[in-house]
């Protein structure tokens, strides 16, 4: 092997990451392949490859330009290094240890191809978090190295401009993303940092500074492995090393800082660069248009430089002391923490979500307590009672369910970027989600029940002709319909970790709602449903938000209706009317049952979600 000049290594714990010298990385990937299923002949399932036999060294100190024309590859081969996919044959190995993707995450920082970010903060806000869960840093020492990142990434003019969302014309440009999320990922002391495109949508003048950073970066020691896409001539040549791939195999591999070696390669075989024409360009077009004889060229090995074809190097053998899940930069309190702020900042700047959820439980509250008014307690009471009922029901489920899968898909890509790179444990995300969720889940029921109990008398005491209101009537009732937005809500964070996209989860959430409103027992007694359906109550939530709600309105009401057809008290049209099985003998008790088995059923959604929610991140 013609030497790589290397530095000693240094093993470093978990607690010096933030300031210390990150450990030099050497990446040794040898004859690794990647193979896809698709629909073969026939529709029969059949596997395609799309990385064949792809081998090399990336070492310190050497800023890499993987290049190829669109579909050659590229990405699929920094998947495969970073462990997003996984080789179908081949070893990968680190410092000479084998491929393992928590230390991968550990070492590396991935920029991807698309800018994911936050859209509500602003740049010098989203750099402080990305400091703050990269780092743990105190403030001051995170105000020091974002500075100096806003300055170096040309940031400065937009540091105080929200991000904005994609495809808005609110936010910054798509170039000053672009150089925004490199830099989030240098916040961190990667010793490997992969980019994806990182120069696309950049002017001339803004991807040579970048790449210059890239080549400072390397110089400093880090591995950089770079896609690139028809880069400038001078771009180009500030790359150390290149590697050409082509139908997913390599066509060159070998230094381009001197810029004479893949030009002389090229023209060895046969393809001489005109003396005025851009050398990256050049070799696409050449590559596109006789890809056997350059891949033939490569294979034969003369025209390969010598120091392209070096062998790993022993003395490259440590990596950093293995974390545990809870040793993240940032304490679990303070990954919390910055989630919580981030997730108020968002409502704040961007509160269209929470106020359509209370503006529609103060809006529908007030037609539904015009159009049932004084409900009274005469037979119709009776019917009407059971109408509010079901649709207060349905109502604040569906409500409290829409918000979150609307919102919270497109927010998945960036929080598992932000996964992927080591920021933060993916079992802070949900519970943070909550923390900050919580006073959407307790006001808008409370508001809707506040004015629609009060104008129908729905939550009050009546007895005989007359009507007064009843805390505890109206207590039992809010925590009933508390306890159906809850436990709805967490459904549907349940669902949008399983839905692959927002639409799936726009359309599965009522999807399934409505059919376990249908089941509720309300539309058709428990006991009157056939075999088919009635198994299906015992683990439908709503059938036991129903029956509390029927308790909680019905419990010790009385009713001006003559007594011959049995149903003068609220007992009583319970059991004969509503058919409510008896599970403890007593209404009261009952109802405690119920917003018990609630109870369960919020805490069981719940953490399905975040199981579901952490497993997705993860991936
Ligand atoms: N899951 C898959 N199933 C089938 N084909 C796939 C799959 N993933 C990737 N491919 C194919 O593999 C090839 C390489 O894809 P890849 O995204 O790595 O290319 P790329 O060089 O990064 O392209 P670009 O520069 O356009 O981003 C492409 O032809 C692509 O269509």
Redesign the pocket.
Known sequence: MAGIDLHPVVAVSVADTATSIPPQIQLVFDQVSVD???KGDHGKPST?R??DSVSGIFGPDEAWAVM??????????L?ALTGVTKPTVGTITVNNHPFDRATMRQISAFVP?DDLLTPTLTVHEALMDAALFKTGLPTQDREARVTTLISQFGLEECRDVLIGHPGSNKGISGGQKRRLSVALELCGNPSLLYL??PTSGLDAVNTMSLVRRLSNLAASGVTVIA?I?QPSAAAFFTFDRLLL?HR?QICYQGPVALGAQPVAFFAAAGFVCPALENPADFMFEVLVMNTAAIRAAYLEGSMVPEDAQRAPDAKMSLLPARRTASAYPASRAIQMYAHVRRNLLGMRRDPLLARIRVGSAVGVSLIVGVLYFDIGNGATGVNQIISLLVFSMIFLAITSALPVVIAILPEFDVVQKECRNNWYSPWAYVPAKLITELPLLVVPPLLFLAIMGNMTTLSWQTKGESSESDVSRFFMLYLALFLVVFATNSWAYFLSGLAPTTQIATLITPGSIMPMALLSGFFVNQQDMSWIFRWFTYINYLNYAWQALASASFIERTFDVPLATGLSTGDEILRTRLGLPVVTGSILSDYWANIGILVGFVIFFRILATVIIARRLRK
């Open positions: 896809v299923p698709i395609k799309i990385l190829g024309p669109s579909g050659s590859g590229k990405t699929t081969l998947n191809q994806d495109e896609t896409h791939l997913g």
